[in-house]
T-cell receptor
Framework: AQSVTQLDSQVPVFEEAPVELRCNYSSSVSVYLFWYVQYPNQGLQLLLKYLSGSTLVKGINGFEAEFNKSQTSFHLRKPSVHISDTAEYFCAVTSGANNLFFGTGTRLTVIP | DTEVTQTPKHLVMGMTNKKSLKCEQHMGHRAMYWYKQKAKKPPELMFVYSYEKLSINESVPSRFSPECPNSSLLNLHLHALQPEDSALYLC????????????FGEGSRLTVL
């Protein structure tokens, strides 16, 4: 089975500052990795995904993530955040079989 | 705009009521899902419906009953719920079973009194 750990439950950051949200996974097989964002009172929206190929993946809203197999990590980054980026961010992992395993989420709060 | 539509957005029901949550997608996706999300928690998979076959999370109580009238509709029938069932219920779809790029609806906020 797979699992994912998001060590930071809350990340406050000032507007226009860079941010990194950390995600580490555990799996004995090859994995596919995702980042989803959830704005208040809404469903989840896919930010980006790693399926294969280049380890640096770019997503919507200026976010990017890097797959690091040796570190079993898939950290999410943005060079300059906006107020509108305030949301809950979920990392998720699957081997492609029966389920997608979500992390516990990181609450990003952008401070004006 | 979401391409997965859920109704109602909010539902309040008593423990003896029978109600249903509805979900519709028009993307031609072949897999649809129900997730339950408690406050400040990640979504938990309840059911997967694909090619007229239902897959169930064994831990989901029988008071939740999914129904798939056709490939674009997925309902969740609720009966004799408990207050701890209060949560955000999210419907999602994907191109196919095992394709985990999920498209979520905005959710139905359920409160059980």
């Amino acid at each position: 089975a797979q699992s994912v750990t998001q060590l930071d439950s809350q990340v406050p950051v000032f507007e226009e500052a860079p941010v990194e949200l950390r995600c580490n996974y555990s799996s004995s097989v090859s994995v596919y990795l995702f980042w989803y964002v959830q704005y208040p009172n809404q469903g989840l929206q896919l930010l980006l995904k790693y399926l294969s190929g280049s380890t640096l993946v770019k997503g919507i809203n200026g976010f990017e993530a890097e797959f690091n197999k040796s570190q079993t990590s898939f950290h999410l980054r943005k060079p300059s955040v906006h107020i509108s980026d305030t949301a809950e961010y979920f990392c998720a992992v699957t081997s492609g079989a029966n389920n997608l395993f979500f992390g516990t989420g990181t609450r990003l709060t952008v401070i004006p | 705009d979401t391409e997965v539509t859920q109704t109602p957005k909010h539902l309040v029901m008593g423990m003896t009521n029978k109600k249903s949550l509805k979900c519709e997608q028009h993307m031609g996706h072949r897999a649809m899902y129900w997730y339950k999300q408690k406050a400040k928690k990640p979504p938990e998979l309840m059911f997967v419906y694909s090619y007229e076959k239902l897959s169930i999370n064994e831990s989901v109580p029988s008071r939740f009953s999914p129904e798939c009238p056709n490939s674009s509709l997925l309902n969740l029938h609720l009966h004799a719920l408990q207050p701890e069932d209060s949560a955000l219920y999210l419907c999602a779809s994907s191109q196919d079973r095992g394709v985990w790029e999920l498209f979520f609806g905005e959710g139905s906020r359920l409160t059980v009194l």
